[in-house]
Every structure is written in C-alpha cells, then in structure tokens.
C-alpha cells in the first residue's frame, strides 16, 4: 500500500520535530491502520537509533518514579526519552488506567520528553503489538533513549526482554520472600536489579539474597548483573543506575550482543508480521461461516485439530 500526500506530511512533520505529528503516528500504530506498513517500511533506516531500557516489577515497586528519576537525570545531559507506559487493560471492557502520564507530570511540559500510555490490549506478554511500531516511530523521530515500563512481573510479563536493549528489573524488601519462586523467570531476564525502597526493613536482606543467586550463575557469563538499592522518592542512587545501564549499553556494543540482539528483533518481527499476513489470508479466502463449520466439526470431536488445519489450508492453497 502506497501512502497518501497527507501521510507523506505527517511523515515529514515528524521528521522535522512535530510532536503533533508523532502522536498521530502513534494513534495508526495503536489502531493497527492499514498505512502503518508503509509508514514503518519508510522509516526502517532510522528505527535502531535509539537505546531502549525496560523497566518491569511487581505493582507497587516504584517503577513509575525510577522513570521519572531517570527522565531527569538524562535531561541533564541533555539527552532527549521518549516513555511507553504499558497498562494492564480491563479484560471486560477494554479500557486501561493509563495513569502513568499522571505520576510523570514533571516532565509533561518538557519538549525533550515525550510520554505515551498505551493498553496491552489484552496481550498476555504485558507488552501490546503496537509497543514495537511505537518504539521505532521514537527512534525515527530522534529520541536518544525510551524507556519502556511494563505492567508487573510473572512468566506471563516476561517479553520486556524481546524489545529492550536493557531490563531494569525492580524488587521492594517485601518481595524477600518469593525471591526463590522468581529465579526460573524473573531472575534470567534482569540485566540489572534494583531493590527500591531501601530505606524499608529488609532491603540489605533481599539484596543479599539476589547477590548470592547472581553469584551461583554460570561462571562462563560474562555479564554480572549489578544489584544496586535505591530510594527513588528520594531520589537516591538513580545516578549508579543510570551508570550501570551505559556499563551494559558498552559491554554490549564491545561484545556484539547488541547487534545479535537487535538481529532477533528483527527476525521476530518478521515471523509476527507472516503470522499476521496469514491470518489475514485465512479471513479473506474462508467466510466466517466456513470457518465456524470447520471449528465446530473440531470441537464436536467430527475432526481432529491437524485435520481441522489442513482443510483450512487446502481451501487457501
């Protein structure tokens, strides 16, 4: 699909630094729109230009204020971030809090910032499909780095480490005791921890307990990841934070992983967007009602799954 005269503007306003302009790419890319392939497939060359941190944790751990902290600590350099706040959305209605906007006000006003909410639309990973296209139309538009905050952490949250360069990953002194249930998932995404609150009970404990987990890895990794206490009400200890991603940011450049890891990226996007394009095939070569027949026949048992499948695609092939 070709992009109209209108799209080729919002295009070029967004080049040029209309944040109006990025908003409404982002709101095609949220309503999935039928020129967003066109629009990414213009922007490619310059959707890798900036670094992505993600920031995940249990609800409560102070993910919302690291981001902000960190917000202002890049602002002093005068670096440019960009902020997707991913949000549960309610599985009955759709809708989503949105609140992180709210709790990010300091920088609302700020030109070098640029805040935007999304739902995860009920996607099981906590991160939506348009988190992606959101990504790249940040880095096109020339943002030095986006952080990228997820909804809580479980097996089910754990695709934060499919699109960030580096996971932040925040715990509280509460979280001591499920520190041995987390290791299977939690524990292999982290490039960096960060025990927040640690003016609370417990926080030398827990630090303590993940520093002796990080130490029983494989010897052969070469990447220790840090763990690191914080107090981000207060503002207390974001600068090593922020110092320990540019450590990872530099390992991973020296090391290639970087680059490998941007390689997956793509790879990745590549098999979503086949899986999208056939399962666009499937809606318009079958009717609805022909596709139902068939679903019913596997449900009632008439036919297995396999056979369900290939009829499916002996009607499109």
């Known amino acids: 699909m070709s992009l109209s005269q209108h799209e080729n503007e919002l295009i070029d ?3 040029a ?17 039928s020129s967003l392939p066109a629009v990414l497939k213009r922007l490619d060359q310059l959707s890798e230009r900036c670094y992505i941190i993600g920031i995940t944790g249990p609800p409560g751990a102070g993910k919302s204020t690291i981001t902000n902290k960190l ?11 960009g902020v ?21 006000h300091d920088h609302s ?3 070098g910032v640029f805040i935007r909410s999304i739902s995860t639309r009920g996607t099981h990973g906590g991160i939506s499909r348009a988190s ?16 990228v905050e997820t909804v809580g952490v479980g097996q089910s949250e754990l695709d934060v480490i499919r699109i960030a360069d580096t996971v932040l990953v925040v715990l509280v002194p509460e979280a001591g005791d499920g520190v041995q ?4 998932g939690l524990m292999e995404i982290a490039d960096i921890f960060v025990v927040n609150k640690c003016d609370r009970e417990g926080a030398n404990l827990i630090t303590a307990e993940i520093k002796q987990i990080v130490s029983l890895k494989s010897p052969g990794k070469e990447w220790k990841q840090p763990v690191l206490m914080t107090s981000a009400a207060r503002g207390e200890g974001i600068d090593k934070v922020a110092d320990e991603i540019e450590n990872h940011r530099e390992f991973q450049e020296k090391t290639g992983r970087l680059r490998l890891k941007r390689e997956v990226r793509r790879e990745e996007e590549f098999s979503e967007i086949v899986k999208e394009a056939v399962e666009a095939a499937v809606s318009e070569k079958l009717s609805r009602k022909e596709v139902k027949k068939i679903y019913e026949k596997v449900k009632s048992g008439e036919l297995d799954p396999y056979e369900g499948a290939e009829l499916v695609l002996s009607k499109i092939i």
């Open 13 to 15: 306003r967004m080049l």
């Open 71 to 81: 917000i202002a600590h890049y602002r002093s350099l005068g670096k440019t971030v």
């Open 132 to 147: 992606r296209e959101i990504i790249k139309l940040f880095s096109a538009f020339g943002l030095d780095y986006v952080i």
């Open 84 to 104: 997707l706040a991913v949000d549960p959305s309610s599985p009955f209605s759709g809708g989503a809090i949105l609140g992180d906007r709210i709790r990010m």
């Open 17 to 33: 630094g209309d944040r109006v302009a990025l908003a409404r790419l982002i709101t095609l890319a949220e309503s999935r729109h």
């Open 181 to 184: 249930t987390m290791k299977a």
């Open 109 to 111: 006003m700020d030109d």
